[in-house]
């Protein structure tokens, strides 16, 4: 399913966010097997992952369950403390890595407050990057795509009749640590 | 998959397991204490070596070699930082490019001009019997560097300054890590700079009133210091939940002991004892202060880079 169209010529540039429905995730690890096929994601090493956090005292219990990745900050702390340049604001403020700037400093994953990256084996800095491979042609980023409870949803934030700017609209969402003031474009539907 | 309790009402699953990074980061080893170590010392030798000149009026023949040897203990530094990169062969990027917001970028330019800032104060440094046993070509080079004395002084002074800062920069500016994200960093660890640059000078043959002066700086360092550290914590305990997590890390938690005793009383407290006591008595300097004031300046860039990467945002919730 094909919810974004690249930018056609003189139109505006998208804001690209994600929405992830904590309410319908169950969990399986789709996603982080998905991402991991697409991206030729190194073993032991994940680009994104489910994160379950159980509150309250048994019986009593409530479950969240998430699936998490980089937050694709508009004020990202890995962008401005990268001292190449390497880490940047790619089409539509997806933030990436250039591997052949990146000296493995660490400067970056020091300053997520997500600790959304890691160092790839051949010694550069790596994580999501709404496989934006795929976004480029039209397609979902594989994690959303692959969702069998279509807890994950990824589209153009400004655009009002997008995916996930009516998900939004209309349900009660959070991101996660916004004291850390990054403003992150992962949302959680709650 | 990881299982962290944080208290009994909350567990949480993490799915996470990214090397370096869970269960909590470990991203930077001892490579980063020591670079920031000895950057801080070398600030500090560019601090005091001219301000030494600048009071006496008169150049230093104890001390003639001592911008050398600050520049070899930078390198040493500077080794220590490549050994960290994860790409090493990419360190020229550094220098293909200046990124204003980047606090690593401003200071891989700096090391730059410290260099040649070294090379010159050593240079227009070295007493007449060193100049002497020259060749006679290098006399023109003296004449240059002599000229120069003033600016070159000053601009090193200021590169010193700037050194220093800068280290603490690097930790202070991440908000993510709540025990390095304060303002005070940077004066603190150029005020410790400043410390341990006088101990390594007072480890020279330096002239007895050069001796004196630094006994007394490094003393006027120790007390700012401590000052600064007060500082550090007050902000730290009245900053609200996360900030209160750093400061329990050094008053009471698994850091406390070794913060404790290496850096405030072995490092700090003792050392500024015992240049009063050489101050007032008027007793020959011995090697104890100024190598526990190396130690202690050690101890601080180690305990504070691990206990940063211990507490991260995320894990507070």
């Known amino acids: 399913m094909t919810t974004t169209t690249p930018k056609a010529q003189g139109e505006r540039e998208p804001r690209y966010g994600m929405v992830m429905d904590t309410r319908k995730c ?29 509150r309250g005292r048994f019986p009593t219990l409530q479950m969240e369950i998430r699936s998490e990745r980089c937050n694709h900050c508009e004020d990202a702390p890995c962008v401005s403390v990268c001292p190449t340049g ?46 934006h491979h795929r976004v480029e042609k039209g397609l979902d980023p594989a994690c959303a795509t692959v969702c069998p409870t279509e807890s994950l949803a990824f589209g153009d934030l400004d655009d009002p009749t997008s995916k996930v700017s009516r998900l939004l609209v209309a349900h009660e969402h959070k991101v996660l640590l916004p004291e850390a003031g990054t403003l992150p474009k992962l949302f959680f539907l709650t | 998959m990881n299982t962290a309790i944080f208290d009994s009402s909350v567990e949480i699953l993490h799915g996470r397991s990214n090397p370096m990074i869970d269960p909590h980061m470990h991203i930077w080893g001892w490579e980063i204490p020591v670079y920031l170590f000895l950057g801080g010392l070398v600030a500090g030798m560019m601090v005091l070596v001219p301000l030494l000149e600048l009071r006496t009026g008169q150049r230093s023949r104890g001390l003639q070699h001592s911008p050398l040897l600050a520049a070899v203990l930078l390198s040493l530094g500077m080794f220590a930082l490549l050994l960290d990169l994860e790409y090493p062969t990419h360190l020229y990027r550094f220098y293909s490019t200046f990124q204003p917001t980047s606090p690593m970028s401003w200071g891989s330019w700096l090391l730059m001009l410290v260099y040649p800032a070294l090379i010159a104060a050593w240079l227009g440094g070295l ?6 046993r020259l060749p006679a070509a290098a006399r023109s080079l003296f004449t240059l560097a002599d000229r120069f004395r003033g600016p070159v002084l000053w601009a090193t002074l200021a590169l010193g300054v700037g050194l220093g800062t800068y280290t603490g920069l690097l930790l202070g500016t991440m908000a993510a890590r709540v025990q390095w994200n304060t303002a005070v960093l940077p004066a603190l660890f150029l005020t410790s700079g400043l410390s341990t640059g006088a101990a390594l000078l007072m480890l020279l043959p330096a002239e007895a009133e050069r001796k004196a002066l630094l006994v007394r700086w490094d003393s006027l360092a120790i007390v700012v210091e401590l ?11 009245t900053g609200g939940a996360a900030s209160r997590v750093a400061a329990d890390a050094l008053l009471s938690g698994q850091m406390a002991p070794w913060f404790w005793s290496f850096v405030v009383v072995a490092g700090l407290l003792v050392p500024l004892g015992l240049n009063q006591v050489e101050l007032r008595r008027h007793l020959p ?9 190396l130690l202690g300046g050690l101890a601080l860039r180690v305990i504070l880079v691990s206990a940063g990467q211990d507490i991260s945002l995320a894990s507070l919730h």
């Open chain 2, 285 to 293: 300097m011995t090697l104890a202060a100024p190598l526990l004031v």
């Open chain 1, 86 to 131: 390497a880490s940047h604001y790619g089409p539509g403020g997806i933030v990436l890595v250039e591997h052949d700037r990146c000296t493995g400093c660490k400067a970056c994953m020091a300053a997520c407050p997500y600790d959304a990256r890691f160092i790839h084996p051949d010694g550069y800095a790596d994580k999501c990057t709404f496989c």
């Open chain 1, 26 to 54: 169950v969990g399986c690890n789709a996603c982080v097997y998905a991402c991991m096929n697409e991206n030729a994601v190194p073993e032991g090493f994940g680009r994104d992952w489910i994160v379950s956090e159980t």
């Open chain 2, 127 to 132: 007493s007449d019997d060193t100049r002497g």
């Open chain 2, 227 to 237: 000052g600064l550290l007060l500082t550090m914590l007050l902000g730290f305990a």
